[in-house]
């Protein structure tokens, strides 16, 4: 059974240029979520996927957006790429239960550097 | 809003050592709660969790208890071995579906 798989693993871009990066959740998952980590600290909520739209967003600018496919993949794209944007980006996938407990499985991630 | 606060790193200890990582949160209502660990390189492991208080979660070794009246949920290891060298996050989750809200990481070094 796959885990959380993301691509690239490494990506290095120039301010100013668009990225896209992509997810495949665990198998039997709907949900994909996607967070940034900068270098020392936490991940940081991105925003979340269900049923291909948009179910919750974290305090990140328009630059930020993502889609979700039938087939539940995710894609994260950043636009105007901004030096502050160098982070390990990681995507997380799950399944929609409607009590607690639903566990987050995590990626390997892709590490994003800007120059 | 929801917050995780863990104690700050590194921490360094010998093999076998016991090792604590404090925890605490501020949430409304009643969270779930995580560990997740980081290995060099890697993306976040699910360690073990709780989901209401008094739940201990427990995995290879690691046990913390949700305690609601303290809004705690340290991390405990008896006997840590090299391999436990790693960063460690505690979370939160407010909501089933619900966003992990991330404390800052402790990184733990173990030396033989």
């Known amino acids: 059974d796959a885990g959380v798989t993301q691509s690239p693993t490494h990506l290095i871009k120039t301010r100013g240029q668009q990225v896209t990066l992509r997810c495949s959740p665990k198998?039997?998952?709907?949900?994909v979520s996607w967070y940034q980590q900068a270098l020392g600290q936490g991940p940081q909520f991105i925003f979340q996927?269900?049923?291909?739209?948009?179910?919750q967003r974290g305090n990140f600018p328009d630059r930020f957006s993502g889609h979700q496919f039938p087939n539940y993949s995710s894609e994260l794209n950043v636009n105007a790429l901004l030096l502050g944007d160098s982070a390990l980006y990681l995507c997380?996938?799950?399944?929609?239960?409607?009590?607690?407990?639903?566990?987050?499985?995590f990626g390997p991630g892709t590490r994003l550097l800007v120059l | 809003g929801n917050s995780v606060t863990q104690m700050e790193g590194p921490v360094t200890l010998s093999e076998e050592a016991f090792l604590t990582i404090n925890c605490t949160y501020t949430?409304?209502?009643?969270?779930?709660l995580f560990w997740y660990v980081q290995y060099p390189g890697e993306g976040l492991q699910l360690l073990l969790k709780?989901?209401?208080?008094?739940d201990k979660g427990s995995n290879k070794g690691f046990e913390a208890t949700y305690r609601k009246e303290t809004t705690s949920f340290h991390l405990e290891k008896g006997s840590v071995q090299v391999s436990d060298s790693a960063v460690y996050f505690c979370?939160?989750?407010?909501?089933?579906?619900?966003?992990?809200?991330f404390g800052g990481g402790t990184r733990v070094l173990v030396k033989p």
């Open positions: 949430a409304t209502g009643y969270p779930s």
């Open positions: 198998s039997g998952h709907d949900t």
């Open positions: 996927y269900y049923e291909e739209e948009e179910r």
């Open positions: 997380a996938s799950s399944w929609d239960t409607s009590g607690s407990g639903e566990t987050q499985y």
């Open positions: 709780a989901t209401k208080a008094d």
């Open positions: 979370a939160l989750r407010r909501a089933a579906g619900n966003k992990l809200t």
